[in-house]
């Protein structure tokens, strides 16, 4: 079974330019989380898509960052205008989803490291 | 609120070695779970066990441990004959949600084995 796939896997920009972020999850994997995780930290959630609704948004800086996953499957995290504190691992992860009270597990992709200069 | 803390920063052994990382958690609910993940150098995070807050048996997966401790909320990891492989970055979690969905992580301890 394929795991969650991103690209790319490296990205360096300068400050106040634009990037995205790409994430493929598990096939049949209902919820997709995009997780940031500075150097030296645990990850920290930004958004939780059920299908191709928000769950939660509510660590997303929503002045720069946003996100999208239109047809319920791939996903998209942007940032723009990119600051220097943004530099971390963009890790993108999705679990079944199967709601209610079953517990889901979550499986993360590789991450895409992000380098603000 | 809750809150994962993991004191150790940086532990290193020699290989063979038993080695424990520490995990301290605070939550106000009753019904939480906890979490360990491996993440290798490679970057991705590898889920290695999810523990329900009203089972407190210890649970053994071959060389891995787990002793989870209400008492002093905690949920100790260790690592039996450590090799180098197991070098890695390990994060222990909590989720207070039912489905286990919104998990907050501690800050990690990098585990090193030495050959």
């Known amino acids: 079974e394929a795991g969650v796939a991103q690209s790319p896997r490296y990205k360096i920009i300068e400050k106040r330019q634009s990037v995205a972020f790409w994430c493929n999850p598990i096939?049949?994997?209902?919820?997709l989380y995009w997780y940031q995780q500075i150097l030296g930290q645990g990850p920290k959630l930004l958004i939780q898509f059920q299908n191709n609704g928000v769950v939660d948004d509510s660590q997303l800086p929503k002045d720069r960052f946003s996100a999208e996953r239109l047809k319920g499957v791939d996903s998209t995290l942007k940032i723009q205008p990119a600051k220097l504190e943004d530099s971390a691992v963009y890790l993108c992860?999705?679990?079944?989803?199967?709601?209610?009270?079953?517990?889901?597990?979550?499986?993360f992709g590789p991450g895409t490291r992000l380098t603000v200069l | 609120a809750q809150k994962v803390t993991q004191a150790q920063t940086e532990i290193s052994v020699v290989e063979k070695e038993d080695v424990t990382l520490d995990c301290v958690y605070e939550t106000r609910d009753t019904t939480y779970y906890l979490f360990w993940y491996k993440q290798p150098p490679s970057g991705e995070l590898v889920f290695l066990i999810r523990?329900?807050?009203?089972?407190?048996q210890n649970e053994i997966s071959g060389r891995y441990s787990w002793n989870f401790q209400k008492s002093t909320s905690s949920f100790n990891f260790t690592i039996t004959a450590s090799q180098v492989v197991d070098s890695a970055v390990y994060f222990c979690?909590?989720?207070?949600?039912?489905?286990?969905?919104?998990?907050?992580f501690g800050s990690g301890t990098r585990l090193s084995i030495r050959p």
């Open positions: 992860a999705s679990s079944l989803g199967r709601g209610g009270t079953s517990t889901d597990t979550q499986y």
């Open positions: 979690a909590l989720s207070e949600d039912s489905s286990a969905s919104k998990i907050i």
């Open positions: 096939s049949g994997h209902a919820t």
């Open positions: 523990r329900n807050s009203f089972d407190e």
